[in-house]
């Protein structure tokens, strides 16, 4: 079953190349969506793919790049439609 969620990650994980490494993993494993920075130093991302893949996803991003340093991990859900494939956003 093909689910959708949101997530916000916070800690140090911007200008540790944590959202070029989320793009990677979430195109890795097939999973549609996007990632970005927000103003208030955390970054937000959507995957969208079957259920497994996406609590696979969401777990991992607990590791990040080397130089991350993740806090917590929020979810959401996500209603919205995202488009086929994964992308970077940009900072909202």
């Known amino acids: 079953m093909s689910v959708s969620l949101r997530v ?8 540790v190349w944590y959202r070029a490494w989320t793009e990677k993993q979430a195109k ?12 208030d130093g955390t ?4 995957f969208s793919g079957a259920g497994e893949v996406v609590e696979t996803m969401i777990k ?19 209603n919205e439609s995202v488009g086929p494939s994964f992308a970077v956003k940009s900072t909202e």
């Open 8 to 15: 916000v990650v916070s800690g140090r994980v911007q200008g």
């Open 28 to 39: 890795a494993l097939g999973l549609d969506g996007w990632v970005r920075n927000r103003r």
């Open 43 to 46: 970054v937000e991302a959507v």
């Open 60 to 78: 991992s991003l607990w590791d990040g790049p080397p130089l991350a340093n993740v806090t917590a991990v929020e979810r959401f859900e996500h």
